[in-house]
């Protein structure tokens, strides 16, 4: 089986030096590529298709969410990043990224390039999202744009993983935990917290249920300062892809 494929790699770098199979293993080729069946005479003919890539290495995709943030002085604005990409490919091993204005289709851990408009830029060429990802303070100022939102400040709760909690203008938040007190905790005007096992949060607006894993240590960054750039925008880990053609 894996001789198989390292014949085909081989023939691959005859016609260009950068082909290869974006597949692995004759094994995974086999649970993720639609099969073509045709029969000929008495002959059954089941073929497989080889996707083919230029790119050896795997980007990570990062989902993008954006959310408003407090100003100090406990004001009622908000500002927000204002940006159209949506998500984020990226890999330490190669010098370039790639920015998506629209979710991209993963399919079974696979990424037409094809079907995409979006292209790769190199890390010379930064971006505001390259420049949050990398928290990179001056790049940041340089390339990222802010809208003040006035008089906007409302409570709200944003789930940003399973383990991390945004609160916004929140007055009453009830913590919970197995076996332990209940504790109220402070009023805030924007703080993160962190959601430990078995433990759940409740407001006047929602309520948290308990996790039993991707749990971590109560601790909180509050916020009557505002938060610092990163906060503007949170990168979430989505699912490693390659790209093929």
């Known amino acids: ?9 081989i023939e691959l770098s005859k ?30 003919y089941i073929t497989i298709k080889f996707p083919v890539t230029t790119m050896a290495e795997t980007f990570t995709l990062y989902n993008l969410r954006v959310f408003p943030v407090t100003i100090p002085n406990e004001e009622p604005h908000m ?9 984020l490919g990226y890999s330490r091993r190669v010098p370039y990224y790639i920015e998506f204005t629209s979710k991209p289709k ?25 420049a949050l990802f990398i928290n990179a303070a001056s790049l940041i100022r ?8 006035a008089h906007s400040l409302q409570p709200a709760v944003h789930v940003l993983d399973a383990s991390t909690i945004l609160f916004t203008n929140v007055t009453n938040i009830t913590h919970a935990c197995t076996h332990t007190d209940t504790i109220q905790l402070p009023r ?9 096992c078995g433990c759940s949060y409740e407001t006047e607006i929602a309520y948290i249920p308990p996790n039993i894993e ?9 916020t009557q300062e505002p938060l610092d750039f ?16």
């Open 1 to 9: 089986m894996a001789s198989a494929m390292y014949g085909m790699n």
């Open 15 to 44: 016609l260009h030096p950068a082909f290869q199979l974006a597949h692995r293993t004759l094994g995974e080729a086999y649970q993720i590529t639609d099969f073509v069946i045709g029969r000929v005479a008495t002959r059954l």
């Open 79 to 87: 500002t927000k990043l204002h940006t159209k990409v949506q998500a």
């Open 106 to 130: 993963i399919r079974n851990y696979l990424l037409d390039m094809a079907s995409v408009v979006d292209t790769l830029t190199y890390i010379q060429t930064p971006s505001c999202i390259y």
């Open 142 to 149: 340089r390339y990222c744009t802010f809208h003040l939102h």
């Open 188 to 196: 805030c005007v924007q703080c993160i917290y962190r959601v430990p």
């Open 214 to 222: 991707n749990c971590g240590p109560i601790r909180s960054n509050s």
């Open 230 to 245: 990163l906060s503007h925008c949170f990168i979430h880990t989505g699912i490693s892809s390659h790209t093929h053609n």
